[in-house]
């Protein structure tokens, strides 16, 4: 059984840090292309970073600078190191794996930028 788990996401001041993680199981992230997506509020769902599997990494202007998405394959997870949060990031995060075919998404991790 196929499973992507994210956790870390929680409440945070903006200007702070948060680190998402990806854990994957019944597969092997090696082989993947990973995204982060995340929803706001009354938003339609949007990938903001990709890691490939030769270890490249891509984000969209929003986030660049400020989001670093790692994959540790020895762990089969992938990370998400989020700073300078802003309100305008709070939303629920998921990540997905591509392979081939395969496509398998996470139930998500609901982060929330708020003094």
């Known amino acids: 059984q196929v499973q992507l788990v994210e956790s870390g996401g929680g409440l945070v001041q903006p200007g702070g840090s948060l680190r998402l993680s990806c854990a994957a199981s019944?597969?092997?992230?090696?082989?993947?292309?990973m995204h982060w997506y995340r929803q706001g509020p009354e938003n339609q769902r949007e990938l903001f970073a990709d890691?490939?599997?030769?270890?490249?990494?891509n984000y969209v202007d929003a986030v660049n600078g400020r989001f670093t998405v790692s994959r540790d394959n020895t762990k089969n997870t992938m990370y998400l190191k989020m700073n300078d949060l802003k309100p305008g990031d709070t939303a629920d995060y998921y990540c997905?794996?591509?392979?081939?075919?395969?496509?398998?998404w996470g139930k998500g991790t609901q982060v929330t930028v708020s003094s």
């Open positions: 890691i490939f599997s030769d270890g490249a990494t």
């Open positions: 019944g597969i092997n992230i090696s082989l993947y292309t």
């Open positions: 997905n794996g591509v392979y081939r075919a395969q496509n398998w």
